[in-house]
């Protein structure tokens, strides 16, 4: 008899535990839960225990998963998804570079002059003067931006102004009086990072090309009024906050150049900062970035494994390597294989040659990191993936997650490499349709035949399963573009919401995403780039409790109307992190 008691006793005790253990800390049920498995895409209830997923299915079936404890919630037919993994921004400087002063409404350089006189007057107090989003087509056939111009202005105080894409600066005789820019100074990286059209006696007359030409006047700028660490820190918290609202559960962080930096970045520092605070609203994956050619890898490899093991915690981590391999196509720097249409002088320079790439990357494939590499050019991608070739003929494939960040032009004798190289993509899905009247611009630049071939074939690639992710990559965008469903609205609409540019001249008939494949470009695809796919990136059992819920169905609704969803819920690792219908 006593056997028999100890027997039920361990029966009951097994029992119990076994139930215990599949009792959910949360259930949701009565949803639209769209997996983002190819297998089973849609359910109607998950559960989560702790910070996994343990269930998804049926409602009926979500009723096992409820305990005396388990918070349950009734989505009453809303939308619940993975949340969104952002596979390419800069939100850590991103902020700084669009402050001040938008010149957005301008289409000339008058009116530009004008609006900014007028921010001169309304804003004595300024230390400085700041602002964004100017082109060179407001410049016509000006030169652009000379100094003199906003000297005008303002001569007493320094003036910067970078343009829509953040890569190029406009700035008066005060600004490169603080930066050190004389006649002496020299092109950071002749052909990639330059003054441009310098006067008579060496001056530059006030546009600097590429970032590493005026970055030294925005730190004297901003050293002056404040110290770096809190303005980064107010960037990141306006930047943070803005992407955790629009459900952006992971990202990808690709701005940091980091051959000037050492033993850390204040920036990650922040970002670990704010995890042992409770207050980092996703995961972090940090990249070490170089754009300078002439950098030795031997020396720099070697930090990057440092930061990787510096930078390890269950939100943020530093795994990869970033590469600026060319520059930009509107500034007539991205590298092409054949001359530009409107400038058949050049085809664009790029230090970065075959070789000097595949040393890069190879270090990084023996050390373990992926390589992503900046590539806006037809002649930089193929460069790049003559290097990847190499290096993987060298050391082999391995699980390599190498991609190509932009792609914004590829050569149709490129295009089967990436699969058979098993390289990935990133897309700006604003770039690839007429944002801020840039079609009309490229078509210029290129010609018709060229946008025809080789632009916004990103749809295809994704036909044929190379992995191609999507981020807003601002400064490039605005801040209020990093909501992904703005970007996803924009391609496959093939129009920006409320703008006033229109789709453009240039025919986009067939280079279209569906839904389907930029809903998994925001997801899965963004997850795998990081090597995160067993992890986060759909709704399945075992991987991590990263979610969102939107109060629209968007695969219910016109696609026109995506951007007025609203992300109503969000969690990530298991952690509510905020909740509007409990307002």
């Known amino acids: 008899m006593k056997i028999f008691l100890v027997l039920l006793f361990c029966l009951i005790n097994f029992f119990s535990s076994l ?27 998950i559960a989560i225990k702790d910070n996994k997923i343990i269930f998804v299915g049926n409602n009926a079936d979500a009723e096992k998963y409820i305990g005396t404890d388990t918070k349950v919630t009734d989505l009453k037919g809303k939308m619940l998804m993975p949340g969104f993994v952002d596979g390419h921004n800069h939100y850590i400087m991103g902020g700084l570079q669009k402050s001040g002063l938008n010149l957005d409404p301008c289409s000339s350089k008058a009116e530009m002059l004008k609006l900014i006189s007028q921010y001169v007057k309304d804003n004595p107090e300024k230390p400085f003067y700041f602002g964004f989003n100017w082109s060179f087509l407001n410049f016509g056939n000006d030169v652009p931006g000379i100094r003199q111009d906003l000297d005008k202005i303002c001569k007493d105080k320094p003036m910067l102004f970078v343009n829509e894409d953040s890569h190029h600066g406009w700035f008066n005789t005060k600004a490169m009086e603080m930066g ?79 051959p000037t930096l050492d033993e850390a970045y204040v920036g990650y520092d922040l970002a670990l900062e704010w995890e042992k605070e409770g207050k980092l609203p996703f995961r972090v994956f940090g990249t070490y970035g170089v754009r300078d050619a002439e950098k030795d890898p031997e020396k720099f490899i070697p930090i990057l494994t440092k930061w990787s093991q510096k930078y390890n915690t269950e939100l943020v981590h530093v795994n990869s390597l970033k590469i ?96 058979s190289l098993g390289v990935g993509g990133n897309i700006t899905p604003v770039w690839l349709v ?3 009247g840039q079609m009309d611009d490229l078509l210029k630049i290129f ?34 573009e990093i909501n992904p469903l703005f970007q996803i609205q924009s391609v496959v609409t093939g129009n920006i919401p409320g703008s006033r540019f229109g789709m453009g001249s240039v025919s986009l008939a ?31 059992v075992g991987k991590y409790a990263d979610i969102i819920i939107l109060d629209k169905n968007i695969f219910e609704i016109p696609i026109n109307q995506l951007v007025n969803s609203k992300v109503m819920f969000k969690m990530v690792n298991g952690k509510i992190i905020y909740n509007l219908d409990s307002k």
């Open 180 to 258: 050190g820019v004389t006649k002496e100074t020299k092109d950071p990286i002749p052909g990639t990072s330059y003054y441009y059209k310098r006067e008579s006696d060496g001056t530059p007359s006030g546009i600097g090309i590429e970032l590493e030409s005026w970055l030294r006047i925005k730190d004297a700028m901003s050293g002056q009024s404040v110290e770096m660490k809190k303005i980064i820190e107010q960037s990141m918290e306006e930047i943070y906050s803005l992407a955790s609202k629009f459900g952006v559960t992971a990202y990808h962080e690709m701005g940091i150049l980091a």
């Open 324 to 419: 600026w391999a060319d520059g930009t196509m509107n500034a007539h720097t991205g590298l092409q294989i054949e001359p530009y249409f409107d400038k058949p002088e050049t085809n664009g320079v790029s230090e970065w040659t075959i070789e000097v790439l595949a040393k890069w990357i190879g270090l990084a494939q023996i050390a373990g990191f992926d390589t992503h590499i900046h590539s806006e050019g037809d002649g930089s991608v193929r460069r790049t993936l003559d290097a990847i070739e190499i290096v993987q003929k060298k050391y082999g494939k391995s699980d390599r997650r190498d991609e190509i960040c932009h792609t914004s032009l590829i050569h149709p004798d490129d295009f089967s490499r990436f699969k």
């Open 19 to 45: 139930v215990q253990s599949q009792t959910a800390t949360y259930v949701f049920k009565n949803g639209k839960v769209y997996t983002v498995n190819k297998s089973t895409p849609w359910a109607e209830a």
């Open 447 to 480: 010609g018709q035949k060229k946008m025809d071939l080789e632009y916004g074939i990103q749809k295809k690639l994704m036909d044929e399963g190379v992995n191609i992710s999507s981020g807003s990559d601002i400064p490039g965008t605005d801040p209020d």
């Open 510 to 540: 067939g280079k279209l995403p569906s839904l389907e494949q930029m809903v998994y470009s925001y997801t899965y695809a963004g997850a795998y780039q990081l090597h995160m796919e067993d992890k986060i990136g759909s709704i399945e």
């Open 434 to 436: 007429n944002y801020k």
